[in-house]
């Protein structure tokens, strides 16, 4: 095709998008780029007046108008161009008819409702030899090539995660604009018409472009956390989680029920500073040091794009179908999860305006965006509406000086991605005083999980071994790696006693196969006015034959033995790491002791209505000869952890009799001094 030549079109649908192809058709057909030889519309071009302005609707009126596809298909030669903005489900069918007739497409998004008709389309495309561009606009900014730069010269230092934030408004009425407006399903066909997958797709798409996931395979895992303020069966405030095969984090803090309306960024979060992408308005700001600088950028059409591509190979697709996979295995992730959750009335603002009625979420705007700085999802986060991330298994109550105190939850830990391994643990859990001491799912490394057991490396004898650690496991002589060996801990029965319960749990293979069976005896009481005390006796037992526990230390990792009881800690300030004999994160990391001590100061949040800064000391105790023959595992630099390795550099196998691990958990507010920790362990034991 070449300029004295353009590529023939035909527009199907002229209401909602269809309106902006139409205008914008009608600008490259002034400029001699397309001759537009057709519009199909069911219900005619009655309304054009109202939709375009009188240039484009005196036109659009001199050109042939089908009431289908088919008739016009029937009636013409096959467009070089199907340009299709009609609503989700009928996207896959009419794309498909007009690649079978030979017709290159232009598929408004989200290009299809589902992974498995994404994968037919793409068959489709590929067997006719035909080209579909998917509008997602933001892949037209210019601003693409500069981001990639910038990433990849270490601008803002290494990648922490990458995040998408949009806090939208839309009124009942929007809701009510089509059938489909506000449905999963419609007529048995999905829709998905949320603010994932719809309205706020664009954010999603670009956040994992940005990340570097735009094929289906560069997706790991999908977590979604969906919830609706309005009165339909899609989402309208949501948080997703995505992993990508490159073990990079990506989230979304979505909402259409902002109070008010803001514009929405794809942001990058790095070690030195952080990248702010609007894709609407095609400028980047870049920060590093406290200093921002902004860069501004045009932007391609796209339908325009796929005409130039047509007539110059050379020239690449901007949003090639196969490009938008990463998308729709997210699209397919919240097809596939629970109906959204209800957002109690008493979160929910009614607003008038202009005579029409807005749902406004209470606080939206400040969760949508801790979603994006801190890479957790509402749920993980605690906000007030959000459901619970983890089943309850028990509730930590102990005798306070002025009575019963609350002080944590065990938890089933069922709400994890596969790929963190689920399994019970303690969190939150609190100080007396109600300091917290535990974090859960933090965005630097989402797998670890309050205070419990993990094990990277679980193996019956000549098979190879699966994780019940989260993320990816180290292989020796190659490194971590994504090997879709994660297994799981479950919970199978719980019975309470006076001062705790006892948990019986199975160790999951893969393949939901009982790799380990576990007895876990907790207790917990006070000591004294400042001091609480949680003791955990382990003992696991081969489920059927031989089976061994590892490590990345064992499987060939310097000093990174870690593996068993684990207590991962919030962030913290003037951070202090002890034993009875050293001191120091490099001095006690593998080193064999009687107990390991970490002192902190939470560090001030800035929200007036949260606690002031306080000191709290937190203690591990090994009870037994075995257990006090593990070494110590001790993070500080990268992220505050303390734990018990308990396959350090060699293999350690569970004898069919059992394998026994005792531990003391000491929980205090303030500075607690070798000789108090000493004291406090022994009335503890008692």
């Given at each position: 095709m070449?300029?004295?030549?353009?590529?023939?079109?035909?527009?199907?649908?002229?209401?909602?998008?269809?309106?902006?192809h139409l205008a914008n058709l009608y600008r490259l057909s002034q400029a001699g780029q397309a001759e537009v030889v057709g519009l199909v519309s069911g219900g005619g071009v009655g309304r054009l007046d109202e939709l375009v302005d009188a240039p484009v609707a005196a036109w659009a009126r001199t050109l042939p108008v089908y009431p289908t596809l088919d008739t016009c298909l029937a009636a013409r030669p096959a467009p070089d161009v199907t340009v299709i903005a009609t609503p989700i489900p009928t996207h896959l069918p009419l794309a498909l008819t007009a690649l079978a007739a030979g017709s290159h497409v232009a598929l408004e998004k989200p290009p299809v409702p589902g992974l498995a008709d994404f994968e037919r389309l793409l068959a489709a495309a590929a067997a006719a030899g035909r080209e579909v561009q998917v509008g997602f606009q933001a892949c037209g900014s210019l601003a693409w090539p500069r981001l990639a730069e910038l990433m990849a010269s270490g601008a803002i230092g290494e990648l922490d995660h990458v995040?998408?934030?949009?806090?939208?408004?839309?009124?009942?009425?929007?809701?009510?604009?089509?059938?489909?407006?506000?449905?999963?399903?419609?007529?048995?066909?999905?829709?998905?018409?949320?603010?994932?997958?719809?309205?706020?797709?664009?954010?999603?798409?670009?956040?994992?472009?940005?990340?570097?996931?735009?094929?289906?395979?560069?997706?790991a895992t999908v977590t979604t956390d969906l919830y609706r303020a309005n009165d339909i069966a899609a989402d309208d405030t949501s948080a997703v989680a995505v992993t990508t095969a490159a073990g990079r984090r990506v989230t979304f803090g979505l909402t259409l029920a902002a109070a008010e309306q803001t514009e929405p960024l794809v942001i990058a979060y790095g070690t030195a500073g952080r990248l702010v992408f609007s894709y609407t308005q095609d400028w980047v700001d870049v920060t590093v040091g406290g200093q921002t600088r902004r860069e501004r950028f045009g932007r391609v059409n796209l339908v325009e794009n796929l005409f130039d591509h047509l007539?110059?190979?050379?020239?690449?697709?901007?949003?090639?179908?196969?490009?938008?996979?990463?998308?729709?295995?997210?699209?397919?992730?919240v097809a596939g999860a629970p109906d959204a959750r209800r957002i109690p009335k008493q979160f929910i603002d009614w607003l008038d305006r202009d005579g029409e009625r807005w749902a406004a979420v209470r606080d939206v705007t400040r969760w949508c965006d801790e979603v994006a700085e801190t890479g957790r999802t509402f749920a993980e986060l605690g906000a007030p509406w959000a459901a619970p991330r983890h089943g309850a298994i028990a509730e930590v109550v102990v005798a306070g000086p002025a009575g019963p105190?609350?002080?944590?939850?065990?938890?089933?830990?069922?709400?994890?991605?596969?790929?963190?391994?689920?399994?019970?643990?303690?969190?939150?859990?609190?100080?007396?005083?109600?300091?917290?001491?535990?974090?859960?799912?933090?965005?630097?490394?989402?797998?670890?999980?309050?205070?419990?057991?993990?094990?990277?490396?679980?193996?019956?004898?000549?098979?190879?071994?699966?994780?019940?650690?989260?993320?990816?496991?180290?292989?020796?002589?190659?490194?971590?790696?994504?090997?879709?060996?994660?297994?799981?801990?479950?919970?199978?029965?719980?019975?309470?006693?006076?001062?705790?319960?006892?948990?019986?749990?199975?160790?999951?293979?893969?393949?939901?196969?009982?790799?380990?069976?576990?007895?876990?005896?907790?207790?917990?009481?006070?000591?004294?006015?400042?001091?609480?005390?949680?003791?955990?006796t382990t003992v696991l037992r081969p489920a059927d034959g031989p089976v061994s526990l590892g490590s990345p230390g064992s499987n060939g990792r310097e000093r990174a033995g870690y593996g068993g009881f684990f207590w991962r800690l919030p962030e913290g300030i003037d951070v202090a790491i002890r034993?009875?004999?050293?001191?120091?994160?490099?001095?006690?990391?593998?080193?064999?002791?009687?107990?390991?001590?970490?002192?902190?100061?939470?560090?001030?949040?800035?929200?007036?209505?949260?606690?002031?800064?306080?000191?709290?000391?937190?203690?591990?105790?090994?009870?037994?000869?075995?257990?006090?023959?593990?070494?110590?595992?001790?993070?500080?630099?990268?992220?505050?952890?303390?734990?018990?390795?308990?396959?350090?550099?060699?293999?350690?196998?569970?004898?069919?009799?059992?394998l026994t691990r005792s531990f003391t958990c000491l929980l205090a507010d303030g500075p607690l001094d070798p000789p108090a920790i000493e004291a406090a362990l022994t009335t503890a034991r008692a």
């Open positions: 070449c300029a004295s030549h353009p590529a023939t079109a035909v527009l199907v649908g002229v209401g909602g998008f269809g309106r902006i995040a998408g934030l949009g806090t939208w408004s839309r009124s009942t009425a929007y809701w009510t604009r089509s059938r489909w407006a506000g449905r999963r399903w419609l007529d048995g066909q999905p829709v998905v018409d949320g603010v994932v997958t719809n309205p706020l797709a664009h954010a999603v798409a670009a956040g994992l472009k940005l990340a570097g996931a735009v094929r289906a395979e560069d997706v007539a110059d190979p050379a020239v690449a697709l901007l949003s090639p179908l196969a490009d938008t996979g990463a998308f729709t295995r997210v699209l397919d992730a105190v609350a002080v944590g939850r065990y938890v089933d830990g069922a709400g994890a991605a596969t790929t963190d391994s689920p399994r019970p643990h303690f969190h939150p859990l609190t100080t007396l005083a109600g300091t917290l001491v535990t974090d859960d799912a933090p965005a630097d490394h989402s797998w670890q999980a309050g205070l419990g057991w993990a094990v990277q490396d679980v193996a019956r004898d000549g098979e190879p071994g699966h994780n019940l650690w989260g993320g990816r496991t180290y292989v020796r002589g190659r490194g971590y790696e994504w090997l879709g060996d994660h297994g799981q801990i479950v919970s199978t029965g719980w019975t309470p006693t006076a001062d705790g319960g006892v948990d019986r749990l199975d160790w999951l293979d893969r393949d939901g196969v009982p790799l380990l069976r576990e007895t876990r005896t907790l207790r917990w009481r006070a000591l004294d006015a400042r001091t609480w005390a949680l003791r955990v034993t009875p004999d050293a001191e120091g994160e490099a001095a006690v990391h593998g080193t064999v002791a009687p107990w390991v001590a970490w002192s902190a100061t939470v560090p001030a949040s800035g929200n007036p209505a949260a606690p002031p800064p306080a000191r709290y000391t937190v203690a591990l105790s090994a009870d037994d000869p075995a257990t006090q023959a593990d070494p110590w595992f001790v993070r500080l630099a990268d992220y505050p952890a303390i734990g018990s390795s308990i396959a350090w550099n060699t293999r350690t196998p569970v004898p069919p009799a059992g």
